[in-house]
């Protein structure tokens, strides 16, 4: 019987010729990733000392502060402190502060490669299923027990294929097929299970977009969300890292046993919109009522790379943004920012009137560096629209595209992209 | 086998409920008393142990932090029953020695009900309404967990221990 890419990448990752959706394993890590929210401070550093053994392998481990970083009081700064000095400590090379969100920096600096299995302390880990990585997120105690033994247990998951065909018409993204997936799925319908999506849509996105897809796979519930090998995965590891190996034997086999299969169709697919306060309460953008934006915010690991910044930039060159409400813009990496420094996307951005943020988790989960008030409403490129997300639990959060969330910073409601693509 | 009163709620209560995002650069002690603050103030002052959490479907979901199911521990929560559960939030519990267990009637379980659960058999007995439910067989793997504890105390055993003594 034919493996999915779960199968196939968890077989590899526990020695084995094949395994199934069902059993249990345990599979070897390739890299286990912290950070300072939820990394060495809660539980691991005494959880490691109770254990009385050593990180099983500090190459193979990389700590990033990157939610309290800047850090807004005090309590914020000294977790970021031990979390600097516990790297440190533990002889972790690997340690990052002021890179950006975590998923966006192991993605930069190299740290995911495909067919590997890598867990992280952070919940959006599925997003390295972009690189055809099994990535997913795990608790502290469960981190505790990787650092200490190097290994970790599995179900293998069943997999459920998500299709998607046809060419996506302007001012529809990524973040679109990855809400409308979403409501389909259902918050929980992938609960144990991974998403692996393909066909001719996904073939047709770059890396970026990719990403956004994987990275909100969690918001069904699932273990992973996973994309083939393919020519963008070879383009992209040979342009950023130089790596030109062939990773296609972790592709499904053609005979692979789903537990279900969804079909959607780009052609039609319109700006979706995720309504407070759950991430599967989508509706196509006509479907809802009018509603004033008090804030925008562009950035995280799901809407604020390099392509989501060009796409808002190019459509708010020229323009400014409505009198009265907030536009802030953090990019998802340092890389990413200085990327689009030289190209002159927050140049085109900041002049339209956004303020332009460093690069961390801040606002998108109401942290620092942006938090809402009492009946505000937020349009966010972000993963969570959850009560109280980003501030007052009064508040009220519509995740969107980052051109939706470009068209309503202009408009001040919330605005269908496409409105300011006709006739241009 | 463990008896107490039900604290009821309903579908996706998700971790920015249980564990709000300015509770987290707290302590666990100090952030505890934050815990469901949105959806129910008096819950974090009014649990008392032995109290038996009781949700429908999706407890848990959204974020990995281990500080939601910590609090629920440290206000005194050992046992949950749940229609279903995120599973970042299911391994969790079991990880830090709480027994989440999976029961699909808990929609007919109420606030301040007096339930009866029996892990081992999986069946819930309501005092309250006289009704039995029953639950979801815990996998053999996840009881040998439980049975130490939690993972570290599993993994010292079964893992560590092991890799000291070849």
């Known amino acids: ?424 | 086998m463990v008896k107490g009163k039900v604290w009821k709620y309903g579908n996706n209560i998700n971790t920015d409920i249980i564990a709000p995002p300015e509770s987290i650069e707290l302590s666990v002690k100090d952030a505890a008393a934050w815990s469901m603050r949105n959806v129910d103030p008096v819950f974090a002052g009014a649990y008392k142990s032995g109290d038996i959490f009781v949700a429908e479907h999706n407890l848990g979901s959204g974020s990995s932090r281990e500080t939601a199911p910590l609090m629920l521990r440290e206000l005194g929560v050992r046992v949950l029953v749940a229609m279903d559960y995120a599973r970042i939030f299911y391994r969790n519990c079991i990880n830090v020695g709480m027994i989440p267990v999976e029961c699909p009637e808990t929609n007919k379980i109420r606030k301040g009900d007096i339930i009866e659960v029996d892990f081992a058999e999986g069946k819930i007995f309501n005092e309250t309404t006289g009704e039995t439910y029953l639950c979801n067989k815990i996998p053999p793997h996840i009881v040998g967990i439980m049975e130490h504890g939690g993972l570290i105390p599993y993994l010292m055993a079964e893992k560590i221990g092991k890799k000291q003594i070849h």
């Not at chain 1, 400590?89 to 969100?101: Q, S």
């Not at chain 1, 849509?201 to 393919?230: P, S």
């Open chain 1, 1 to 424: 019987m034919g493996m999915t890419v779960s199968e196939k990448i968890l077989a590899h990752a526990s020695g084995r010729e094949c395994v199934q959706a069902g059993e249990i394993i345990w599979a070897k890590v390739d890299c286990a990733m912290m950070d300072d929210l939820l990394g060495p401070r809660v539980e691991i550093a005494d959880n490691l000392e109770t254990m009385g053994v050593p990180v099983w392998d500090p190459e193979k481990v990389v700590i990033i502060s990157d939610h309290y970083t800047p850090p807004a009081n005090i309590k914020q700064a000294n977790i970021v402190k031990y979390t600097r000095d516990w790297a440190a400590a533990n002889g972790i090379r690997n340690y990052y502060e002021f890179a950006g969100p975590c998923h966006q920096v192991m993605m930069d600096k190299g740290h995911v490669l495909p067919g590997t299995l890598v867990v992280g302390t952070d919940s959006h880990s599925t997003t390295y299923g972009a690189l055809c990585s099994f990535g997913t997120g795990i608790g502290s105690t469960e981190m505790s027990g990787v650092l200490a033994t190097g290994e970790i247990w599995l179900k293998v998951p069943a997999s459920i294929n998500i299709r998607w065909d046809g060419k996506l018409r302007d001012g529809v993204m990524a973040k679109d097929i990855s809400l409308k997936t979403i409501k389909a799925i259902g918050h929980s319908g992938a609960t144990y299970k991974t998403m692996e999506y393909r066909g001719e849509t996904i073939r047709g996105l770059n890396m970026d977009e990719r990403m956004c897809l994987t990275n909100m796979a969690v918001e069904t519930g699932a273990k992973a969300g996973l994309i083939e090998y393919d020519e963008v995965t070879a383009a992209y590891l040979k342009e950023n890292f130089n790596i030109t190996g062939d990773f296609s034997r972790f592709n499904a086999d053609a005979d692979a046993v789903y537990s279900g299969t969804f079909t959607f169709d780009a052609e039609t697919l319109a700006p979706q919109i995720a309504c407070p306060h759950e991430v599967d309460n989508v509706f196509d953008i006509d479907d809802i009522d009018r509603v004033r934006v008090d804030q925008v915010y562009l950035g995280s690991c799901t809407g604020g790379r390099y392509y989501d910044l060009k796409m808002a930039a190019d459509l708010l060159r020229g323009k400014t943004v409505a009198p009265g409400i907030r536009v802030l813009v953090s990019p998802a990496s340092r890389d990413i920012y200085n990327r689009c420094m030289r190209e002159g996307i927050l140049e085109t951005l900041a002049e339209a009137g956004c303020t332009i943020l460093c690069s961390t988790c801040g606002a998108c989960l109401g942290v620092h560096s942006g938090n809402i008030g009492d009946n505000e409403v937020c349009v966010a490129t972000t993963n969570r629209n959850f009560l109280g997300r980003m501030g007052s639990k009064s508040s009220g959060v519509y995740l969107a595209s980052p051109l939706t969330a470009a068209a309503s910073a202009i408009t001040g409601y919330i605005t269908d992209p496409r409105d300011f693509l006709k006739g241009a």
